[in-house]
């Protein structure tokens, strides 16, 4: 089985360019087409790429230059889900978000006219030989929140038959971008960290209806990937947040280990930038002894541009592999620079910065 993995990875956005804002402002207010807008974002994703490249990374994203969120403008694209504005934002520790939401509007399924299709496939086309191009997408398990499913009883007989529509619209989606091209693609996850939180702050009843809901999440990702091509490299990012250099949520692993273990990805992506993180005690069992799985520990931050001190980091990565195989270990960022638009509170200068630390630090462990 062919699967990528390299050690050095990034989870996937990168800091908007000014170019771009100031383009995603101009098309809003219909200055601009969305043909021109396409060919600036071009433009600087083919920029981006050369950068990734000679920064030394093997696989390659657009850095997210076409969407607004890591994961709305991909939700509301579905087939049976639209946007709207809830009266609450996302309130970060220090910053809160704008108010956009999605929430179900009909039967769930794949819409084969969605406009990441397009990204990929500009993006595979600019790629160069011997490097990967990585889709990201949010995880299914970003719609069993934030009343995003609220309303799936109006349009569902049940809550599973819901679940196996989204289930499948996920397997035709991912499906769809292997016919493109793709061979890795990425489902980013903050809904594991928001378990974390409400499995260490419950009890009885309340704590056994998120225990159920986290199996839920389990039973409908692994459906989602069944039967998906083989030489697919499929990964996820656990999240707990980022938003202008803030966070959400907090919490080990430890509680939540078990059912990342049951999860059919080849590559997990684990913040461990800080303290909130925990210890490395639960990555034995996310890994659970499959040799083909790769932990990406996320040891450097994306929040501050200070760089790591490349001894203390090599010391981390030692005492992870008490518990998993330097073989089966990786470095990134804990997540990548701009999750919304907005961006992290640090420079594109930085951002490249960080990268080159990250390499210069695989370079020293793994080769």
Not at 55 to 71: A, I, P, Q, Y
Not at 79 to 105: C, I
Not at 144 to 160: I, N, P, Q, V
């Amino acid at each position: 089985m062919s699967k990528v993995q390299h050690h050095f990875d990034h989870v996937g956005s990168y800091l908007r360019p000014a170019k771009l804002k100031e383009a995603r402002d101009q098309f809003a207010s219909g200055e601009i087409s969305r043909e021109e807008l396409l060919d600036i974002q071009d433009e600087l994703v083919k920029d981006l790429v050369h950068h990734e490249v000679d920064n030394g990374l093997k696989v390659v994203t657009d850095g997210e230059f076409g969407r607004s969120w890591w994961h709305l403008d991909f939700l509301w694209e579905l087939t049976g889900y639209e946007a709207y504005l809830q009266e609450d934002s996302y309130k970060f520790h220090g910053a809160n978000t704008r108010t956009t939401n999605v929430r179900v509007a009909g039967k769930i399924a794949e819409n084969p006219d969605h406009p990441f299709y397009r990204d990929f496939e500009y993006l595979k086309s600019i790629t160069p030989e011997g490097v990967t191009p990585k889709i990201t997408i949010p995880s299914p398990s970003m719609v069993f929140r934030d009343g995003r499913s609220d309303l799936a009883l109006d349009f569902y007989d049940s809550r599973e038959d819901y679940l196996n529509d989204l289930a499948q619209a996920y397997h035709d989606t991912i499906q769809r971008f292997y016919d493109l091209g793709a061979r890795y693609v990425q489902l980013d996850d903050t809904t594991w960290a928001f378990l974390i939180a409400k499995l260490n702050e419950t009890s009885g009843d309340e704590h056994d209806s998120y225990r159920a809901q986290a199996q839920e999440i389990v039973d409908t990702i692994n459906k989602a990937l069944t039967g998906l091509p083989e030489d697919l490299t499929l990964a996820t990012h656990i999240c707990r947040g980022n938003f202008k250099s803030t966070y959400l949520y907090e919490g080990g692993y430890d509680v939540v280990a078990k059912y990342l273990g049951q999860l059919n990805y080849d590559i997990f992506f684990l913040e461990y930038d800080d303290n909130r993180s925990g210890d490395f005690t639960p990555l034995v069992d996310i890994w659970n002894h499959r040799d083909h799985v790769e932990l990406v520990l996320g040891v450097i931050t994306s929040k501050d541009p200070t760089l790591e001190d490349v001894d203390k980091i090599i010391a981390r990565l030692q005492e992870a592999s008490v518990y998993v195989p330097y073989k089966n270990l990786g470095i990134s960022t804990q997540c990548g620079f701009a999750s919304t638009e907005e961006g992290n509170v640090l420079t594109e200068e930085d951002q490249w910065q960080k990268l080159n630390l990250i390499k210069t630090i695989r370079d020293k462990v793994w080769e």
